[in-house]
């Protein structure tokens, strides 16, 4: 009777599509959470490449007044959608450098529909060197 049963190929079609569709499934949020991810990840990276640009114009004598560049910081990172995480600066010898973190959340399918929260850093360095005149 289980030799009969192995034998018969009526039907195999249906028992392989049964496996399979939820293996795909599967395989599909998976790559859609991983795909979140890395859109987040990005996207954090822009937020805060922008936050210590602006934080190092600010800090520059040359483009900024040095007034305020952690808000200066936190302005960069807001108009890209991320929260600021943490903004640092400080002098190392002759050189300037400002550190900012920005966070952006993504959404994940796989945990339960949970938000997530995907962090990247930035550093800016600032040379005072004077303009070259002509």
Request: hydrophobic content about 40%; glycine content about 12%.
């Given at each position: 009777?289980i030799?009969?049963?192995?034998?018969?190929r009526?039907?195999?079609v249906?028992?392989?599509?049964?496996?399979?569709?939820?293996?795909?499934?599967i395989?599909?949020?998976?790559?859609?959470?991983?795909?979140m991810?890395?859109?987040?990840?990005?996207?954090?990276q822009?937020?805060?490449?922008a936050?210590?640009?602006?934080?190092?114009?600010?800090l520059?004598?040359?483009?900024?007044?040095?007034a305020?560049?952690k808000?200066?910081?936190?302005?960069?990172v807001?108009?890209?959608?991320a929260?600021?995480?943490?903004?640092?600066?400080?002098?190392?010898?002759?050189?300037?450098w400002?550190?900012v973190?920005a966070?952006?959340?993504?959404?994940?399918?796989?945990?339960?529909?949970?938000?997530?929260m995907?962090?990247?850093?930035?550093?800016?360095?600032l040379?005072?060197?004077?303009?070259?005149?002509n």
């Open positions: 009777m030799f009969r049963f192995l034998r018969d009526r039907a195999g249906t028992v392989l599509a049964a496996v399979l569709i939820p293996v795909m499934l395989v599909g949020l998976v790559l859609h959470d991983v795909t991810v890395y859109k987040a990840r990005g996207e954090a822009t937020a805060a490449d936050g210590a640009k602006a934080a190092g114009l600010e520059s004598s040359y483009f900024g007044v040095g305020d560049p808000g200066a910081a936190g302005q960069g807001a108009r890209n959608g929260s600021i995480q943490e903004c640092s600066f400080g002098l190392s010898g002759d050189v300037s400002i550190t973190k966070a952006k959340p993504a959404h994940l399918i796989l945990m339960g529909g949970k938000q997530t995907i962090s990247a850093t930035a550093r800016c360095y040379d005072p060197s004077p303009p070259v005149e």
